[in-house]
């Protein structure tokens, strides 16, 4: 998942009631959130043969919405520095909500795409805004575990989404997924329109000193930003395309039996912590080296034809990815001394693009290739958290 902005803003509410209701809002708007982006992955199949079209294109419901959301999350993160937020958030929750409706109606797949991508947009409402929310709001002692609720959420809804599309409603009934995640997220909307506290306008950092290209010259920052690009690359591209690869002999599993794997997606939500303890250890360089090591192997499990080899391929590119993502992440946040915001959105930004390019390249890789070629590319491309942190490692031990 991406980092969070870690800025501190005046406390609003200094009511312990008040703060934990605004917690469990936020838990609930970012849950419903997330559980958008994913409804399609495990049903892309039943996408592609509805609406004629081949992987690649059935990929876009997915990539189409990541890419919204890399495009929009600079502005969103400028527009939270500067404006009011609980109305960005309500503004931003009822469209998403509203796209989810049209996707579940049309007819036509470019409409479907473009629902998507508009959902995408708009998502940033739900991410930079509420993370800047939070900050803002909460007491100071309450900001980390507000922080915490926030992560656990993400992956809360990327995997309710995941088991709303394909298990929860049966696969053919897709629309009802899509219908049933926007009622869940415009009721949230609603509850925060009713309860969420005002919120002032965030303390803004001098333009010229620390801007986006400032910041973006910075290498330090700039590795951070690429690992996140790589490894959401990898983690994307192989969730996308593994109902494809499962569904087809010698596996031939069901979408039902394929939904159920995406259950691995939990394990994000202890890893964090637990490869920021890691990282803290170690170091950042060796923690990204061990999780790219262990996502090397687990993407070379996957050509084994094996069901319970997959599921424990599956495991430890969750665990992988998690490892990477959290010590990166981590680095960048402990290094930046000023515009932590915008370096958090830069990072967001790289790290939707890598998802986006890599669903998207995985689509022609499985038309042209198949599932080997899938892997392979994943595999030139775990190259970057790997070399990062190589340099990483190497730089630690030279300035110890």
Same mark, same amino acid.
């Given at each position: 998942?991406?980092?969070?902005?870690?800025?501190?803003?005046?406390?609003?509410?200094?009511?312990?009631?008040?703060?934990?209701?605004?917690?469990?809002?936020?838990?609930?708007?970012?849950?419903?959130?997330?559980?958008?982006?994913?409804?399609?992955?495990?049903?892309?199949?039943?996408?592609?043969?509805?609406?004629?079209?081949?992987?690649?294109?059935?990929? $876009?419901?997915?990539?189409? !919405?990541?890419?919204?959301?890399?495009?929009?999350?600079?502005?969103?993160?400028?527009?939270?520095?500067?404006?009011?937020?609980?109305?960005?958030?309500?503004?931003?929750?009822?469209?998403?909500?509203?796209?989810? /409706?049209? &996707?579940?109606?049309?007819?036509?797949?470019?409409?479907?795409?473009?629902?998507?991508?508009?959902?995408?947009?708009?998502?940033?409402?739900?991410?930079?805004?509420?993370?800047?929310?939070?900050?803002?709001?909460?007491?100071?002692?309450?900001?980390?575990? =507000?922080?915490?609720?926030?992560?656990?959420?993400?992956?809360?809804?990327?995997?309710?989404?995941? $088991?709303?599309?394909?298990?929860?409603?049966?696969?053919?009934?897709?629309?009802? =997924?899509? *219908?049933?995640?926007?009622?869940?997220?415009? /009721?949230? +909307?609603?509850? %925060?329109?009713?309860?969420?506290?005002?919120?002032?306008?965030?303390?803004?950092?001098?333009?010229?000193?620390?801007?986006?290209?400032?910041?973006?010259?910075? +290498? %330090?920052?700039?590795?951070?930003?690429? *690992?996140?690009?790589?490894?959401?690359?990898?983690?994307?591209?192989?969730?996308?395309?593994?109902?494809?690869?499962?569904?087809?002999?010698?596996?031939?599993?069901?979408?039902?039996?394929?939904?159920? $794997?995406?259950?691995?997606? +939990?394990?994000?939500?202890?890893?964090?912590?637990?490869?920021?303890?890691?990282?803290?250890?170690?170091? %950042?360089?060796?923690?990204?080296?061990?999780?790219?090591?262990?996502?090397?192997?687990?993407?070379?499990?996957?050509?084994?034809?094996?069901?319970? *080899?997959? +599921?424990?391929?599956?495991?430890?590119?969750? &665990?992988?990815?998690? !490892?990477?993502?959290?010590?990166?992440?981590?680095? $960048?946040?402990?290094?930046?001394?000023? %515009?932590?915001?915008? @370096?958090?959105?830069?990072?967001?930004?790289?790290?939707?693009?890598?998802?986006?390019?890599?669903?998207?390249?995985?689509?022609? =890789?499985?038309?042209?290739?198949?599932?080997? #070629?899938?892997?392979?590319?994943?595999?030139?491309?775990?190259?970057?958290?790997?070399?990062? @942190?190589?340099?990483?490692?190497?730089?630690?031990?030279? #300035?110890?």
């Amino acid at each position: 998942m991406p980092p969070l902005n870690p800025d501190r803003g005046p406390d609003s509410d200094d009511n312990s009631n008040s703060a934990l209701i605004t917690q469990l809002l936020i838990f609930a708007l970012v849950a419903a959130a997330f559980t958008n982006i994913y409804i399609p992955q495990p049903v892309l199949p039943v996408l592609a043969e509805e609406f004629g079209v081949d992987a690649a294109k059935a990929s $876009l419901t997915v990539s189409g !919405t990541v890419l919204g959301i890399a495009l929009a999350n600079l502005p969103f993160g400028r527009m939270s520095d500067r404006f009011a937020l609980r109305p960005l958030i309500v503004m931003g929750g009822a469209m998403v909500g509203m796209a989810g /409706l049209l &996707a579940a109606v049309t007819e036509t797949f470019s409409v479907l795409v473009a629902a998507r991508f508009v959902q995408g947009l708009f998502m940033p409402a739900l991410t930079t805004c509420v993370a800047a929310f939070v900050a803002n709001n909460l007491p100071m002692e309450r900001v980390n575990v =507000a922080m915490g609720a926030y992560v656990s959420a993400t992956v809360v809804g990327g995997l309710g989404g995941r $088991l709303l599309g394909g298990f929860i409603h049966p696969p053919l009934h897709w629309r009802y =997924a899509f *219908v049933s995640a926007a009622v869940l997220l415009i /009721l949230a +909307v609603l509850a %925060s329109a009713r309860w969420l506290p005002r919120a002032g306008v965030r303390p803004q950092h001098p333009e010229g000193e620390h801007g986006f290209i400032k910041l973006l010259a910075s +290498v %330090s920052t700039l590795r951070m930003c690429l *690992v996140g690009f790589g490894a959401f690359w990898v983690f994307s591209s192989i969730f996308n395309f593994l109902p494809f690869h499962l569904s087809e002999p010698p596996i031939s599993a069901s979408t039902d039996l394929i939904t159920l $794997l995406y259950l691995v997606y +939990v394990l994000g939500a202890v890893m964090g912590p637990l490869a920021g303890k890691l990282s803290n250890r170690l170091g %950042s360089g060796r923690t990204m080296v061990a999780g790219s090591v262990l996502l090397g192997l687990s993407l070379a499990a996957l050509l084994v034809h094996s069901l319970p *080899v997959v +599921v424990l391929a599956l495991l430890g590119i969750c &665990a992988a990815f998690f !490892t990477i993502h959290a010590s990166a992440s981590g680095a $960048l946040n402990s290094r930046l001394k000023a %515009s932590r915001g915008r @370096g958090n959105a830069l990072y967001v930004l790289f790290y939707y693009v890598g998802g986006a390019v890599g669903i998207t390249t995985g689509g022609y =890789a499985w038309d042209h290739g198949g599932w080997e #070629t899938v892997l392979l590319i994943n595999a030139v491309v775990l190259m970057i958290p790997l070399g990062v @942190g190589l340099y990483e490692a190497a730089l630690a031990r030279r #300035t110890a």
